[in-house]
């Protein structure tokens, strides 16, 4: 049987970043609302990107497929 191509998960490659040494990040969790309880420090580190597990890592990358290689910027030289 012939191998089927995976489909490109436009939900990971909206939430998550990649870095310019390939690594992966991602927004954390808990910010969204019920923010007056939070610590202003609590509130800080959590409004700051993380990176990926390098297991969960592996399956994300095979899920963004060429997007990956596109995200990345071009440096233009003058």
């Given at each position: 049987?012939a191998k089927?191509?995976?489909?490109?998960?436009?939900?990971?490659?909206?939430?998550?970043?990649?870095?310019?040494?390939?690594?992966?990040l991602?927004?954390q969790?808990?910010?969204?609302?019920?923010?007056a309880?939070?610590?202003?420090n609590?509130?800080?580190r959590?409004?700051?990107?993380?990176?990926?597990k390098?297991?969960?890592?592996?399956?994300?990358r095979k899920?963004?497929?060429k997007?990956?290689?596109?995200n990345k910027?071009?440096?233009?030289?003058?």
């Open positions: 049987m089927t191509k995976l489909k490109i998960r436009r939900l990971v490659t909206n939430r998550i970043r990649v870095t310019k040494n390939g690594k992966l991602r927004r969790a808990f910010k969204r609302h019920l923010n309880s939070k610590s202003k609590r509130l800080r959590l409004s700051k990107n993380v990176a990926v390098e297991v969960l890592a592996k399956k994300l899920y963004m497929g997007t990956l290689k596109t910027k071009k440096v233009v030289k003058k």
